[in-house]
């Protein structure tokens, strides 16, 4: 057993750390990866291409099918810094691919939107923004209706400023977050309001008669809506906005295929038989055996991918005693199932139980009686090797 713990701590030593990134290099004529081959898999990549100098961001977007218009898998964006000059974009892709598998990417460039793009962006969410508020208020002898809930209007108005701004970006990763409080209070106000009021409340001449006063004073307090909603869009409209100058789309490009891991096991194990602390009967002996992890690195937490089931045979017979010696059915060697975690690199724990056989009453491989069959508990210890098999082949 020391020599055994010796050569685990000599394998331990020996373990090398490397960066996850593989770097993949974009095509932007011919719309391929590394000069057309398969995209790394479960790995994280490091992507990069060629860009022109008034490009100022480079967006990624990973898909799973050519549907590009639900939600990517993965997004991440490159920004050219303010005195750079790079005619290159670099970023990271922190999403590993899975192995033969087709994925759909998107990459779209961006410039620095002009003072004439900016003043045309805002002048049409104004427009539209302005249009829905004339059409979603009803205004009668003495109140002013919404036709829909003031959060629903709140989320209609703030649809309208999202689908206006799909061509552009911000530089400083400041977004849209919606219409604020202020506006809906605003809009419960006036869904609140009574007209009766109006000549309190307004400015009024002596010739103007009750349905001209409640109709300006509903003007007014629509007129000072928009003025809020129009300044809100403003503040994010007047920003440093990147125009969508170019896009390009490579629909379903493979990954590489993926090899085949063989984990094999080979450690020592105790298994208990009987007794407790002051009269304990158990044996021990080398094992081999394969492992199951219950999850790839690359796609599931650390504890589930250093998790497996594992199941091989013992490769002597267990000594209980003089008389009791078990070896195992069909094999005629003990074999055993348990669950195992790779607690250091290379080295797995198992626990399990072992399936036995008493060696009385026969020795061959067919003297196979249930009545001589049993269960005990196992742990050990074991040396984990990984071998490779291609099984596409």
């Not at 009021?197 to 007129?223: G, M, S």
Request: charge should be neutral.
């Amino acid at each position: 057993m020391k020599k055994i713990y010796t050569f685990f701590l000599l394998f331990l030593c020996s373990y090398p750390l490397f960066a996850q990134y593989e770097t993949v290099v974009f095509n932007y004529d011919r719309t391929y990866f590394n000069e057309g081959q398969p995209l790394p898999a479960e790995s994280n990549l490091m992507l990069t291409g060629d860009v022109g100098s008034n490009i100022g961001m480079v967006e990624v977007a990973i898909y799973d099918s050519p549907d590009t218009n639900k939600d990517p898998l993965y997004k991440n964006a490159w920004k050219k810094g303010a005195s750079s000059s790079d005619s290159r974009f670099t970023l990271p892709v922190n999403y590993p691919l899975r192995g033969n598998e087709e994925y759909t990417l998107v990459l779209n460039y961006y410039e620095p939107a002009s003072a004439q793009q900016q003043r045309l962006l805002l002048s049409q969410l104004s427009s539209a923004l302005d249009s829905y508020i004339d059409q979603s208020f009803v205004v009668s002898k003495n109140s002013i209706e919404l036709r829909k809930h003031p959060k629903n209007m709140r989320s209609d108005m703030n649809a309208i400023v999202n689908q206006g701004l799909q061509l552009y970006k911000n530089q400083i990763n400041y977004e849209f977050q919606g219409f604020s409080d202020i506006v809906l209070n605003k809009l419960e106000q006036i869904n609140d309001l009574r007209l009766r009021k109006a000549r309190l409340n307004i400015l009024a001449r002596e010739e103007d008669d009750k349905r001209t006063l409640r109709l300006k004073y509903a003007q007014e307090q629509i007129e000072a809506l928009k003025v809020m909603v129009n300044q809100e869009v403003a503040q994010y409209a007047n920003t440093q906005l990147l125009a969508l100058t170019d896009s390009k789309k490579i629909t379903d490009y493979a990954t590489e295929k993926t090899r085949n891991i063989i984990a094999i096991n080979l450690g020592y194990g105790g298994v208990y038989y009987s007794g407790d602390f002051d009269n304990f009967v158990s044996a021990s002996a080398p094992y081999a055996g394969v492992s199951i992890p219950f999850g790839r690195a690359a796609f599931s937490s650390d504890f589930w991918s250093k998790s497996s089931i594992s199941a091989g045979v013992f490769l002597q017979n267990l000594e209980f005693g003089e008389d009791n010696v078990a070896t195992g059915p069909i094999v005629k060697r003990p074999v055993y199932v348990a669950l195992g975690y790779r607690a250091l690199p290379f080295v797995r724990i198992n626990a399990g139980a072992t399936v036995l056989q008493s060696d009385q009453g026969g020795n061959s491989i067919s003297d196979f009686n249930v009545d001589r069959v049993y269960v005990r508990p196992f742990i050990g210890l074991s040396l984990e090797l990984n071998f490779w098999a291609d099984l596409n082949r």
